[in-house]
DNA sequence: TCTTTGCGTAAGTCATAACTTACCAATACG
DNA sequence: CGTATTGGTAAGTTATGACTTACGCAAAGA
C-alpha cells in the first residue's frame, strides 16, 4: 500500500525510493485476480468478456483489472468492433525482468564468492528504547 | 487484496485459481518499503537496525517487511548474538523466475510465431445488463 | 546481576485496493 | 433508425495492509 495524503498516526511518507523499472509491473501482478487474468492471455488475444467468463468476479472488475496491467505496459488493447483485444505486452515483462535479473546475477556471485563478509559489530549510539533513528 | 470473510455487497470469493508459484514472492515484492529492504540487501546480508535506519518507517515496520519476505522464502534470517542477519535467499528469486519464464517464453514464441489467431466472434446468449455470468 | 542492545509481537489507526451496481457511449445489426 | 452487444467509468462499500506506539524477551557486557 502506498501512502499519499496525511495520516495523524504517521508523521509522513517521502516515498521511499525505488528503483523504477519493473515496480509498477510488480504491483500489477500481485494481486491473484490481475494474475488469473494475465494468465488467461496466455491463449492468445482476447475481449473483455471473453476475460471474465468463468472468474469469480464481475465484468466491471476485470476492465478495472485490465486498466492496471495496462498501466504497467503488461497488456495492450487492439479494438475491434464493439470489442477490445487485450493480448499480452513484451514490453512490460521484459522491464519486470530487468529488474529481477539485477538481484538474480548478484545471488548467484554472492553463491559463487561464498564468502558474505558479515558486517562488522558496530557500537551503537545510545537510543534507550527508541524505535525511529 | 485478498478477501476471504464474508462481505455483505460482494457475494462469495472462492479464492481465483493461481499458479502456487512465485505468488507470494511477487505479493511480497509489490511493497516499495519492502523493495526497498530487499535493495538493501544486496549489499550483503544486515541485521534489522542496520536495514531500518535512513528508511522513512519505523524499526518495527522493518521487521514486519521481513517477515513477510521471508515467508515468501526471499530473505533468510541468520541468529548472531543478539542481532539477526538477513540476507537474501536465492529460492524465492528461483520460483519467481520460473513463473516468471513461462510467459516470457510464451511471449517469445508467440511473437515468433507472428500467428495471433483472434477468436472468432460468437454469438453472445442473450444478457441484457447483465454484468455476471 | 543489572543494564543495554536488538528485535519480535500485540493492539490500534487509517488510507486504500478490490470489489459491487448503475449508467453511458460506441459499434453492429435488423 | 431502433435495439442489442461490448466495455469503460462513476459512486459507494468494506476488508485489509502498512503503519504506529508499547511491551517483552534473549543475549552481551559492565
Redesign the interface.
Known sequence: ??YAKKRPAAP????????HCG?DA??A?????R??V??KL?H????V??L?????????AVSQHLKILKDAHLVSEQR??T?R?Y??E?SG?EA??RW?D???D???A??AAHA????K?EK?VAMKGK???
Open positions: 500500500m502506498t509522513a511518507r517521502p516515498a521511499p525510493r525505488l528503483a515496480a510488480l504491483a501482478l500481485s494481486d491473484p485476480t494474475r488469473a494475465f494468465e496466455r492468445g488475444p482476447q475481449p468478456s471473453a471474465a467468463r468463468g472468474m469469480p468476479v464481475s465484468r466491471p475491434d468492433g470489442r483485444l493480448r499480452i513484451a515483462l519486470l525482468r529481477f539485477m538481484f538474480w548478484d545471488a548467484l554472492r553463491f558474505e563478509a558479515p558486517p559489530r551503537a524505535d525511529r533513528g
